[in-house]
């Protein structure tokens, strides 16, 4: 059925401004179809902070890190400081909430359990811990979230998942505000790095699995283009 696909795409790595506004340029798209969109891709180094967040996370000056090659943006998601950069799979659902069903708290529990089951196939056993949202491995957070929900109920922004990403970047912040929780990698409790396209689909297969949703792969172009 038409309104249960979710259109996916692997768009390597992207400056996250260009993302951004895509995010956007689909939101328009969703709200006037029955077709949803999940994109995959990688930044450069970027560090953002959510609506929430607060400069006293930051632990080097914001010149001094772009400086050191990375952009520093604010943006209109929830929660606080976190970093991207290359060898982390971040994905952008843009769906319709209302047609899903269920409100914010089901969907960010939801993200939560297609990630579990992803890190699950490659036998890491992650979890949540209450009070936090994000996946775990023990007091290591593995993957961030952050999300956005228009006034139309579509959402925006998502989750970054860390799989061969360099964590020296993280020492220059304060990963989500939380200062007595640590910050892993997939490769580093398994002990490989993982192709990041290998990881990403198998999260479109968990997210379809727990959205219900089936995932048809499509072009970069066609997501960049229309």
């Known amino acids: 059925m038409?309104?249960?696909?979710c259109h996916y795409c692997l768009?390597?790595?992207?400056?996250?401004?260009?993302?951004?506004?895509?995010?956007k340029k689909l939101a328009e798209r969703v709200l006037l179809t029955d077709l949803d969109v999940l994109l995959l891709l990688e930044h450069p180094p970027t560090y953002t902070l959510?609506?929430?967040?607060?400069?006293?996370n930051m632990l080097a000056p914001r010149d001094s890190l772009v400086r050191e090659g990375?952009?520093?943006?604010?943006?209109?998601?929830?929660?606080?400081?976190?970093f991207h950069g290359p060898g982390q799979l971040v994905g952008y659902p843009v769906?319709?909430?209302?047609?899903?069903?269920?409100?914010i708290r089901k969907y960010l529990r939801s993200l939560e359990e297609a990630l579990?089951?992803?890190?699950?196939?490659?036998?890491?056993?992650a979890g949540r811990i209450d009070g936090y949202t994000g996946v775990w491995v023990k007091d290591e957070k593995v993957a961030a979230i952050g999300?956005?929900?228009?006034?139309?109920?579509?959402?925006?922004?998502?989750?970054a998942l860390n799989v061969n990403t360099d964590l020296g970047y993280f020492s220059r912040i304060v990963p989500c505000g939380i200062k007595d929780m640590g910050v892993t990698t997939l490769a580093r409790i398994i002990g490989a790095e993982i192709p990041?396209?290998?990881v990403a689909a198998i999260f479109a297969k968990t997210f379809g699995t727990v959205f219900g949703k089936e995932m048809v792969e499509v072009s970069p172009d066609s997501i960049l283009q229309n």
Not at 2 to 5: L, P, Q
Not at 116 to 125: A, D, Q, R
């Open 2 to 5: 038409k309104d249960r696909t």
């Open 196 to 198: 990041l396209a290998n």
């Open 95 to 103: 769906l319709n909430l209302a047609k899903l069903g269920g409100g």
């Open 147 to 159: 999300v956005k929900v228009t006034a139309k109920r579509i959402t925006q922004h998502g989750f």
């Open 70 to 82: 990375a952009a520093v943006i604010n943006v209109d998601r929830g929660g606080d400081i976190t």
């Open 11 to 23: 768009l390597g790595r992207l400056d996250y401004m260009p993302a951004w506004k895509l995010q």
């Open 50 to 56: 959510g609506i929430r967040g607060s400069e006293a």
């Open 116 to 125: 579990i089951l992803t890190l699950e196939y490659f036998g890491v056993k």
